[in-house]
């Protein structure tokens, strides 16, 4: 295994049903099982999903789609470093806010952060997540290049950048849709984090 992971082929293929097979599958479940845990415990009911697909599946659905996908990229093993990166990253980063979203519930929170952003210059907006999603980019990019082709830097750099690509993706769909909504009375400056009177 050490030698399959440190190979500087990053494009090669491992034999279905083998053992560096059964590794890869477990790790792609792994990861993808942190992304769609950490998304129950933010968005149990997927309102505050950002991706369309995932939402469309539902979580029966998504489960099914998730397991059937892992046997598929373990025989990619830079595919499937790059996606356990990746959803790893999206995990910890749906896990930032899940607190505030448990404590106010999923349509408040959804609520508060749609009529901040009606607040907020787009431009401002815009270009924050460029520079966050950049500077993202910029440490994936980095590991890849000095990677020297060896399969996880190479791969955990490629899913690093994947990462920011999703981030700066759905970010700004949802940031797009929250500016057409049409703001309630009582979403108007109404603070999901204030008590109860």
């Given at each position: 295994m050490n030698r399959l992971l440190n190979s500087p082929e990053v494009d090669m293929l491992v034999p279905f049903g083998s053992l560096h097979y059964a590794v890869f599958v477990l790790i792609v479940l792994f990861a993808r099982g942190a992304d769609l845990f950490s998304t129950w415990v933010a968005t149990p009911t997927l309102e505050l999903e950002a991706n369309p697909i995932a939402r469309l599946l539902g979580w029966r659905a998504g489960i099914l789609v998730n397991v059937l996908?892992?046997?598929?990229?373990?025989?990619?093993?830079?595919?499937?470093?790059?996606?356990?990166?990746?959803?790893?990253?999206?995990?910890?980063?749906?896990?930032?806010?899940?607190?505030?979203?448990?404590?106010?519930?999923?349509?408040?929170?959804?609520?508060?952060?749609?009529?901040?952003?009606?607040?907020?210059?787009?431009?401002?907006?815009?270009?924050?997540?460029?520079?966050?999603t950049g500077f993202i980019s910029l440490i994936g990019g980095v590991l890849m290049l000095f990677s020297g082709w060896q399969l996880v830097p190479f791969g955990?750099?490629?899913?690093?950048?994947?990462?920011?690509?999703?981030?700066?993706?759905?970010?700004?769909?949802?940031?797009?849709?929250?500016?057409?909504?049409?703001?309630?009375?009582?979403?108007?400056?109404?603070?999901?984090?204030?008590?109860?009177?």
């Open positions: 996908m892992a046997a598929v990229i373990a025989i990619l093993p830079l595919a499937a470093v790059s996606i356990a990166t990746t959803s790893l990253m999206v995990a910890a980063r749906n896990l930032q806010a899940a607190w505030i979203v448990r404590a106010v519930g999923e349509h408040a929170y959804r609520s508060w952060i749609a009529a901040r952003y009606r607040e907020t210059s787009p431009g401002v907006f815009l270009c924050l997540l460029i520079l966050q955990v750099g490629f899913g690093i950048i994947v990462y920011a690509v999703a981030v700066a993706l759905f970010t700004g769909i949802s940031m797009r849709k929250a500016g057409k909504q049409r703001i309630s009375r009582t979403e108007t400056g109404v603070s999901p984090f204030a008590e109860d009177p």
